[in-house]
């Protein structure tokens, strides 16, 4: 179980590494606009404010990859952080922003989440 755990966190951490190129380096782009459901003038509008969203989604990528890598107890805690940071992000976007980053972000986190528990 611990195996699968790390990999679900790592996939995750994946997750958040590819939003980051979306919103740091793509936002503007076609395939970032369908993502996010932009245009081409609110995408050239917001770019900075992407960028910066994007730059916090790599912090979230950059602690779930620390939490698998690092040792236990160390490890545990830093996964369980970041997997809660990650649900309580995607639930605001859900309330904020699009009801589907409930299911992209929100609900992998919690699965990552129970499955690091249930190794404890």
């Given at each position: 179980?611990?195996?699968?755990a790390?990999?679900?966190v790592l996939?995750?951490?994946?997750?958040?590494?590819?939003?980051?190129?979306?919103?740091?380096?793509?936002?503007?782009?076609?395939?970032a606009?369908?993502s996010?459901g932009t245009?081409?003038e609110?995408a050239?509008a917001?770019?900075?404010?992407?960028a910066?969203q994007?730059?916090?989604?790599?912090?979230?990528?950059?602690?779930?990859v620390?939490?698998?890598v690092?040792?236990d107890p160390?490890?545990?805690?830093?996964?369980?952080f970041?997997?809660?940071c990650v649900?309580?992000?995607?639930?605001?976007?859900a309330?904020t922003a699009?009801?589907?980053i409930?299911f992209?972000q929100?609900?992998?986190?919690?699965?990552?989440l129970?499955?690091v528990?249930?190794?404890?």
């Open positions: 179980m611990s195996i699968i790390t990999v679900v996939l995750i951490a994946a997750l958040h590494v590819y939003i980051l190129v979306l919103e740091m380096f793509l936002w503007t782009g076609p395939k606009r369908a996010f245009s081409a609110f050239s917001t770019k900075a404010l992407a910066n994007g730059l916090y989604n790599g912090f979230l990528a950059a602690g779930l620390w939490g698998a690092a040792s160390v490890g545990f805690q830093v996964k369980v970041f997997l809660v649900a309580v992000a995607g639930a605001y976007g309330v699009s009801r589907k409930v992209v929100t609900v992998p986190a919690l699965v990552g129970a499955l528990l249930a190794t404890r």
